[in-house]
């Protein structure tokens, strides 16, 4: 190790931000002279949600050395192949969004321009029966890619469904098995370098100081270091994400586990339906400017399919990011770092991601501006794309059955955004190069999910053989059906694969 090397990384806070955190340094950084604290509170406690993850946690899973099926099994987890989004568009609409692509692209004309072309000659099913995991989920049905299947099965993408504070814990016995001091206290204080303005300690309710020379803010919304103490500044994105609540509550299973989230948007907000192999994870995420805690508490209780576990849990949030999310020398991770409502399940990929930025631009004690600011670019980077995303299912719709849709119709978007829909709408085209982040098939599927219909398709489109494309498709498709009525159902698969050891 170097003179200058980190020998000391102080991880605040063991929500999944700071376990996840915790388990990939022990992975992918040089422990021979590094010790690393993780400090919780049992007081405070976790944010105690978040439960659908998206298909990059598959990477995560790999890079910390576990077994996804031990993960599973550890976490009551299920498989996850899209989000089904209920009313969205207009009442009564539905559509999916699957993850992996749509179809197969030809002579490198994307999919989907086929998809549009056609669409005009004759009436198409909806594009999800394109989509591996679209076919899979509408049957049910689970199967696990290798490497040597034949396709379409290669294309099915999928992730998880868990509870993440049994992820956290299995993360926290990994960690806690490579090496991490895990400290439980609450942070009272912290002291900084008057020349430097880095922070040198915290300080824990029963006087202990403990010292770091690399912070990672995981302490949740308040962001203890990054903002407490660095006042690093707060973008607020309200105006466009007005949903600034959350009522979650669990309900036993009534059925197998479906591998797929469910969103209905309500009148002020949406609900989700989370199947893990225990219990169905409900919630209901409100504009407060809308609806009441009680009128949306009543909201989330009427659309239940069974009895309530317990009473609701109710918790407030801003949209938007930390101004940096790298300050002095604190990183802030997780919820610390901002948020994004969970409608597209991507809080835990923002942790993961920016893990993994950290890991690329990992300082050393000289802490050089140009690796923060690059991770502070990075990081701007991936929370607006974020961010335009989920804007998007807000703004393309043609609801007016309330003032918040109508609010949210009218809305204007990021320029960003603006130029993506405008884009689409005139050719369907799509550009997503370099982004880490929701590929064409998710913009298409939302896009085409909630009503815009491009005027017309790319002229290549066009150039193709019109019967040709015609048959190829209706091919295709009866290829994903075939290979999806193949597989075992999702139920059976989790029983012979990962099956619960532990009741939650
Ligand atoms: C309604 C809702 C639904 C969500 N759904 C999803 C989803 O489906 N998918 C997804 O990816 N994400 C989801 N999220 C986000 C997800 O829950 C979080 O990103 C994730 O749990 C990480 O949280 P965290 O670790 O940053 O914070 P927390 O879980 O809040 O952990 C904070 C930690 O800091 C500690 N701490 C705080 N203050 C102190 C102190 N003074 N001293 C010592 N310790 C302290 C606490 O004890 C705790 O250990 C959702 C969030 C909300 C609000």
Redesign the pocket.
């Known amino acids: 190790m170097s003179d200058h090397a980190i020998r000391r990384i102080v991880i ?7 376990w996840m955190a915790a388990a990939a340094f022990t992975s992918l950084l040089d422990q021979r002279e590094l010790e690393i604290v993780l ?3 049992d007081e ?4 105690g ?5 998206i298909p990059p946690l598959q990477a995560f899973n790999h890079m910390i050395g576990v077994n996804e099926d031990e993960v599973l099994a550890a976490s009551q987890g299920s498989f996850k192949l899209g989000i089904e989004f209920v009313g969205w568009g207009a009442i009564g609409e539905r559509y999916f969004h699957p993850f992996g692509p749509h179809g197969q692209d030809y002579r490198g004309v994307l999919f989907h321009q086929f998809y549009l072309r056609e669409a005009k000659r004759r009436p198409l099913p909806d594009i999800r029966e394109w989509s591996m995991s679209g076919a899979a989920a509408e049957l049910g049905r689970f199967a696990r890619p290798a490497p040597n299947s034949p396709m379409p099965l290669p294309q099915l993408s999928y992730a998880f469904h868990f509870d ?1 504070g049994l992820y956290a814990q299995f993360l926290r016995r990994l960690s806690e098995k490579r090496g991490v001091q895990r400290v439980e ?3 009272v204080d912290a002291t900084t370098n008057s020349s430097s303005g880095h922070i040198q300690s915290v300080t824990l309710a029963d006087g202990r100081a403990i010292e770091g020379e690399l912070f990672i803010d ?5 962001g ?1 270091l990054i903002e407490e103490k660095l006042d690093t500044g707060y973008e607020d994105w309200s105006h466009w994400l007005p949903c600034d609540h ?1 009522a ?1 509550v669990a309900t036993p299973l009534t059925g197998p586990p479906d591998p797929f989230t469910r969103s209905t948007a309500r009148s002020a907000g949406w609900q989700w339906r989370i199947p893990l192999q225990h219990r169905m994870g409900n ?1 209901l ?1 409100y504009s407060s400017a809308h609806w009441s805690r009680e009128q949306a508490e009543e909201q989330l209780l009427q659309n239940l399919e069974a009895e309530p576990q317990a009473q609701p849990r109710h ?1 407030s ?1 801003t949209a938007g990011r930390r101004r940096l999310a790298w300050n002095a020398n604190v990183v802030s991770l ?3 770092s901002g948020f994004v409502e ?1 409608l597209e ?5 923002l ?1 993961q991601s920016g893990i993994a930025k950290l890991i690329a631009l990992f300082p050393d004690k000289r802490f050089n501006p140009i690796e923060r600011d690059e991770y502070n670019r990075q990081m701007q980077e991936v929370f607006e794309d974020v961010r335009d995303f989920i804007i998007l299912h807000y703004k393309a719709t043609r609801r007016d059955d309330s003032e918040f849709w109508n609010y949210c119709r009218t809305m204007e978007v990021p320029e960003s955004l603006a130029t993506m829909i405008e884009l689409w709408r005139a050719k369907g085209r799509i550009f997503r190069q370099g982004r880490e982040l929701f590929g064409t098939a998710s913009w298409v599927a939302v896009l085409l999910g909630q009503g815009i219909m491009p005027e017309e398709q790319e002229p290549a489109a066009n150039a193709m053989e019109e019967a040709f494309m015609s048959n190829a498709m209706d091919q295709m498709r009866l290829s994903y059906r075939r290979t999806a009525e193949q597989m075992p159902t999702h139920v059976d698969f989790i029983a012979r694969h990962c099956a619960a050891r532990q009741q939650a």
């Open positions: 605040v806070g063991g929500g999944t931000a700071g400090i919780e509170s405070i406690g976790t944010v949600v978040g439960e659908a993850t993440a206290g609450k942070i995981c302490s949740g919304f308040r203890l959350a979650a919630g995420v918790l949030f997780g919820l610390s969970p399940s991507t809080s835990i990929h942790v």
